[in-house]
């Protein structure tokens, strides 16, 4: 089972949903193993919402480039107000359309637990709670939090039934649970409600004029394509310190991040992704690290080389962004 695999040396088995399937599955995610589950819109692949290990490997099944922000599942409205700040909009909008295929962006809890790498880093959470029957039963099951991107390679089209799981993510997950087709099939509509006005940030199964008779107008990103795929529309993390990458020595007055056994001296304070070289434990520790930096009385942030394969494409795509001046899209 989970503990450290690698994404590509497990054993996949897809079970019918029933009721002894899905405990199983609730002591896998437990376990910080991976499963594949139906929502009423499209497959997710979960993982522990809390445990950085676990949503670095989901990453590392997904085969993801980057690090996107990942919508987090809960089952019910009041386990969503536990992880983040609700306003009024928020409250009426999780009154109205939860559960089902609604995804609202609020300001994350300092005590919301949820893994920094879970939402990218970014000071904002993305939440759900699902309408369906397999999805409601699991969360339950497992009683805490569920981070869950689609269950697909990165790259291709969200699956809809068991099967196009299977076709992308065997080999790859602990578990899939085969609920049939998905009655929405289409991802969730994602609306944005730490800024105002409120954005419609990813057209979904939820129709816009729904949401926009409960919490008024939504602002919609403009025609210029940039901002067009949800995964550029959040915003990034930035720190605040400037970054130097690939940094075979430091100063005392840098903080470091280092990776691997052979770490330079002198820093004012040194922090190891992984002092054993491993990409997924490197990915579980970057933006806790990188925070934590930050938050140093330091000139800059000095950053070791990471192998530029697996996660370590997604590290230093991460990396790089943050040393270009971060912030932004
Ligand atoms: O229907 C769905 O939403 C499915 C099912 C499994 O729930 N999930 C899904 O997840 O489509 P995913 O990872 O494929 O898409 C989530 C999108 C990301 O592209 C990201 O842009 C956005 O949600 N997102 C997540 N957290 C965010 C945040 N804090 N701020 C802005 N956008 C966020
Ligand atoms: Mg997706």
């Known amino acids: ?6 994404a590509t040396d497990r054993e996949t088995r897809c079970l019918p949903a029933d009721a002894a399937a899905i405990a199983e599955a609730a002591a896998i995610l437990k376990a910080g193993g991976l499963v594949a589950f139906p929502t009423e819109t499209v497959y997710g692949l979960g993982a522990d919402a809390g445990n950085d290990r676990a949503v670095a490997r989901l990453f590392e099944a997904k085969g993801r480039p980057r690090f996107n922000p990942l919508i ?7 386990d969503a107000a536990r992880l983040a700040d ?7 909008l999780a009154a109205r359309f939860w559960p089902g295929p609604l995804t609202l962006v609020m300001k994350r809890r300092a005590d919301c637990g ?3 790498l879970a939402s990218a880093g970014l000071d904002t959470l993305a939440v759900r709670v699902p309408d369906h029957p397999t999805a409601q039963a699991l ?4 009683g805490r939090p569920i981070a869950a991107p689609s269950a697909n390679r990165s790259g291709t089209l969200s699956p809809t039934i068991a099967a196009h799981v299977m076709a992308g993510l065997d080999g790859r997950v602990d578990l899939v649970l085969d609920g049939g087709q998905c009655p929405v099939g289409l991802e969730s509509t994602i609306v944005d409600l730490s800024v105002t006005p409120p954005a419609l940030l990813r057209p979904g199964g939820l129709a816009a004029a729904d949401i926009e008779a409960v919490a008024g107008p939504l602002a919609t990103p403009d025609a210029d394509g940039a901002v067009k795929s949800p995964g ?8 605040a310190h400037p970054i130097r990458l690939e940094a075979a020595a430091v100063t005392g007055d840098e903080a470091l991040i280092a990776f691997g056994p052979e770490v330079p001296a002198g820093a004012r304070i040194t922090f190891n992704l992984s002092p054993g070289g491993g990409l997924v434990e490197a990915a579980a520790n970057l933006f806790a690290m990188l925070h934590e930096a ?4 330091v000139a800059a942030i000095a950053v070791m080389a990471i192998p530029d394969r697996g996660l370590g494409r997604a590290i230093n795509d991460r990396l790089q962004r943050a040393a270009a001046g971060g912030g932004g899209h």
């Open 1 to 6: 089972m989970p503990s450290d695999m690698t």
């Open 86 to 92: 609700r306003d009024a909009r928020a409250a009426a």
């Open 139 to 142: 969360l339950k099951a497992v």
């Open 114 to 116: 949820v893994s920094l």
């Open 294 to 297: 930050d938050r140093a009385e």
């Open 72 to 78: 987090v599942h809960v089952a019910t409205a009041a």
């Open 232 to 239: 550029r529309l959040a915003r990034h993390y930035a720190p």
